[in-house]
């Protein structure tokens, strides 16, 4: 008798979790970085991603704000992308080949960068 | 002065080698809160790394002996910024210390241009912001143009004296011009519309090239220019501003704004001018300039709630005007439609009410919707010598807006539905006119930006009017990045309008000319619409020359008529509309130049080709009283911002305009016939300001410092009732050079 009741439950939280997949929602987390060509440079990486309809990312705050369709990705795939082109969030750490590549002023890892002239990029 | 400095030389020496004989003096001084300078007394004086050292005087005054090993001194006071200085010379002079000033953050920033030409944005726009409107001599938008080289200016004939404007080598009906996004300056307004906005209600100033928006209408043909007025949550709380200049000419200018609460403010502006010199330098017995007076009001809302996402203003605008022109004798009150003298008025009012809604998704912020509404009431009552016009334009606009994205930011829409009702009702001398305008239109306009350098912008309207008929709009824009801070655009429209000939070419009546109207049937007094291609390319490229911007533009646009109602000056007895027959075109070239040649000092320089065509009844000619080219070179120079913001600033401009064809006057008599073409001249405008503090400036100025006016302006002014009287072959100043002066007060 239990076993049904239970299997019922069990299948309405499952069809509330996947409506609870929402198609606008906001999400923000930390991302590493430093100037204006990281901020070019982790929005036009992520705003080409299925499913991300607004990225934005600031300098000052380091706050990675995005609108995604969580049915076609996640905050997990975003970060990933965003590790690949060579920035540091949560969890995901850039490749070292790839932070390697990125001009002097984005290397955000050595303290020293900051104070660099970032100039109008 | 050898001999002296021999002298110099050989104490200086004489000191090395004696050690501590000569003495180096100076003095210490700071400025105080009214920028006057001040001795610091008791400020240490000590030679870098080294214990020796002495202190200011009360005056500031110190003398301290000379050290040849020691070739530093440091001069420092507690509450004031150290500073340390080279000894080359046995008298330092004065030496500035500034005080110590505590922040929690410093800000490094230069300010951008006043004058900017976008390498991003996908048309091509220009924006002019505020400090730019201070360069020019005077208080209206006609005005706030002298000092930019993308647009013309040039004055519609000897009598009114109305600046008019130009794009691309065609008259401004074919603009758009908007003030917030929403058409102005159109129908009845167009000759007198651009001096009905006050210069110091302007917060900035976009003028786009070519076909522009589709949002805005299809009007638009060789451009749009848009201003936006200051808005009461960010001006200043209180402005005023007067104005003269040796003509008689006196503008008030005042702002008072008030803040409700954070979400909501109060805006209310004044402006008021009088024109009160009876000037006639060139002893043609008409005013060189008109006499006239205008009271303009206007009352602002402002709403702004971030959190909630909503937005929006409320404007309520009353106009008063009035112009008096003609030969200096005329009187006002008792020779009006007598032969006597030959007078003009023009009395004008108009009121204007506009709101705006605006909402944006506090969760989406790139989805809004907005709402335009304006109602328009324009009256003016005129008479020219024995001609009367009155024209009453009522117009009632709407638009409704929704900006989204179609699956990301990388594509953008913007789509809506747009309404107007305008009545035009016209009495040109014993005749009556009547028109009702009704539109309906849809529009949608697609933005896409693959975010490496591409980006388009693709619009299309459907519109279904009363007069027009049912036409759609196309237009097109695109920019691509071609490499480092350069870019190529390109674009194309069409554009549809239906001429208002009366209201567009008033001047006209200032002359005997009869009026000639070639029917065919259309609408627009038996006038079909105008329908014209722009197509444009252009390209600009920025860079850093010795650590300065510099940046160089080139642009080419071609305006290609379908149908055209051409205004026909070349018979002297007559105006003549007809629509085309054959082929219009104009081509304009631009090339521009902009530099800081060194610290604060700018250069602006520019050169203009037209060649503007059409094919009248008889044979193909230029477009009259258009330059063939124009050359602009506008410097500024700015010192450095002392304290409390104290500054000079210089303007200087120059425009050279080649030659103008003149309409034919070859079959009047041989006194009352002019050139085929005008002469080439130059224009000179000059401003120098001093800026005392943040909160007051004074400025004087001069336009025409040249002192260049055409030579007979009016054609048979001895005879103003004969049948050769012409004022309207105009194609430079009437005017000679005018002096300004002028304070504007602030906090």
């Known amino acids: 008798m239990k076993k049904p009741i239970l299997f019922t439950l069990l299948l309405l939280f499952g069809t509330v979790l996947a409506h609870s997949q929402e198609k606008n929602k906001s999400v923000s987390f930390e991302v590493k970085g430093n100037c204006g060509m990281c901020k070019n440079r982790i929005e036009t990486a992520t705003i080409k991603m299925k499913g991300v309809k607004f990225a934005q990312w600031s300098p000052e705050t380091k706050e990675f704000k995005a609108i995604i369709d969580e049915r076609k990705c996640s905050v997990q795939d975003i970060q990933k992308k965003i590790s690949e082109v060579g920035h540091d969030s949560d969890g995901f750490t850039a490749p070292e080949g790839v932070y390697a590549k990125l001009p002097e002023c984005c290397k955000y890892r050595n303290p020293e960068t900051t104070r660099m002239n970032h100039g109008n990029h | ?49 080294s214990t020796l050292g002495t202190v200011t005087d009360s005056l500031g005054n110190f003398k301290i002996p000379y050290h040849n090993t ?218 060189d300039t008109p006499l006239g007076h205008q009271v303009n009001f206007m009352n602002r809302w402002q709403y702004m709630n971030p959190q909630s996402g909503w937005v929006s203003f409320a404007t309520i605008q009353y106009l008063s005007d009035t112009k008096k022109m003609g030969q200096t004798d005329f009187d006002f009150k008792t020779d009006k439609f007598s032969n006597t003298n030959w007078g003009s008025e023009i009395n004008t009012s108009r009121m204007d009410i506009s709101a705006k809604v605006g909402y944006v998704l506090p969760d989406l912020p790139y989805e809004s919707y907005g709402l335009q509404l304006a109602y328009t009431s324009h009256n003016q009552d005129s008479y020219y010598g024995l001609s009367i016009y009155d024209i009453q334009h009522d117009s009632f606009y709407t638009n409704f807006i929704f900006n989204s994205i179609i699956g990301s930011t990388q594509h953008k829409f913007k789509t809506g539905i747009n309404f107007n009702y305008d009545t035009f009702s016209e009495l040109v001398n014993s005749t009556m006119f009547h028109r009702d305008d009704k539109l309906i239109g849809t529009f949608f306009e697609y933005t896409y930006d693959n975010l490496e350098g591409l980006s388009f912008e693709a619009g299309l309207r459907a519109d279904s009017h009363n007069n027009l008929g049912n036409f759609l709009t196309p237009r097109f824009h695109l920019r691509y990045g071609l490499w480092d801070k350069a870019s190529l655009r390109a674009s194309f429209g069409r554009g549809k309008r239906g001429a208002n000939i009366f209201a567009e070419n008033q001047q006209f009546f200032a002359s005997s000319r009869q009026i000639a109207i070639s029917e065919r049937g259309g609408n627009y007094y038996g006038l079909n619409p105008e ?100 050359i602009f070179l506008n410097t500024s120079y700015e010192t450095p911002k002392r304290n409390e913001g104290s500054q000079w600033r210089f303007d200087l401009t120059g425009n050279w305009l080649g030659r103008q064809r003149l309409p034919d006057t070859s079959t009047n008599p041989q006194q009352f016939r002019l050139p085929s073409h005008s002469p080439a001249y130059g224009l000179i405008n000059a401003q120098v300001t001093k800026v005392f503090s943040n909160t007051f400036e004074m400025y004087v100025g001069g336009e025409n410092i040249g002192n260049f006016t055409q030579e007979r302006p009016i054609l048979s002014n001895a005879a103003p009732f004969g049948s050769y009287f012409d004022s309207t072959i105009v194609y430079g100043p009437v005017l000679e050079s005018a002096y300004y002066v002028g304070f504007r007060y602030k906090i």
């Open chain 2, 1 to 49: 002065m050898e001999i002296r400095s021999l002298l110099l030389l050989f104490l200086l020496a004489l000191g090395t080698s004696s050690q501590a004989q000569i003495q180096v003096i100076g003095k210490v001084i700071e400025f105080n809160e009214k920028g006057k300078t001040i001795g610091v007394p008791d400020a240490n004086i000590y030679w870098l790394s």
């Open chain 2, 531 to 630: 329908k014209a291609w722009n197509y444009g390319i252009s390209f600009i490229q920025k860079l850093y020359l010795w650590n300065r911007v510099l940046d160089f533009s080139i642009d080419f646009y071609r305006t290609h008529f379908k149908d055209q109602v051409i205004v026909d000056w070349e018979n002297p007895r007559l105006i003549s509309f007809y629509n085309l027959e054959g082929t219009s075109y104009s081509n304009s070239l631009q090339l521009d130049l902009n530099y800081e040649i060194f610290k604060d000092l700018q250069l602006r320089a520019t050169y203009k080709y037209f060649h503007v065509v059409s094919d009248y009844a008889t044979e193909s000619l230029e477009k009259p009283l258009q330059p063939s080219f124009r």
């Open chain 2, 70 to 287: 020691l070739r530093k001194l440091v001069i420092s006071s507690v509450g004031y910024r150290p500073d340390t200085i080279p000894v080359n010379r046995p008298n330092l002079g004065n030496i500035v210390l500034y005080t110590r000033v505590v922040l929690d953050e410093v800000v490094v920033e230069k300010e951008v241009a006043s004058l900017q030409k976008s390498l991003f944005k996908i048309q091509n726009v220009v924006s002019v912001d505020s400090r730019e409107m201070l360069k020019a001599a005077c208080c209206n938008l006609s005005e706030s143009f002298e000092t930019n080289p993308t647009v013309d200016v040039n004055i519609s004939d000897a009598v009114l004296g109305a600046k008019q404007i130009q794009m691309l080598g065609l008259n401004s009906p074919y603009l758009l011009f908007t003030q917030e996004n929403m058409p102005s300056i159109r129908g009845a307004s167009q000759v007198f519309g651009l001096s009905f906005i006050p210069g110091s209600w302007i917060d900035g100033i976009q003028i786009t090239k070519g076909a522009g928006t589709v949002i805005n209408g299809y009007e638009s043909i060789s451009g749009h220019i848009n201003s936006e007025l200051v808005k009461p949550l960010s001006d200043k709380t209180f402005f005023l501003n007067l104005y003269s200049n040796n003509y008689e000419r006196y503008e008030f200018n005042s702002r008072l704004n008030q803040t409700i609460g954070d979400n909501l403010g109060v805006g209310m502006y004044m402006h008021a001018n009088l024109r009160d010199g009876i000037i006639d330098a060139n002893g043609d017995s008409f005013l």
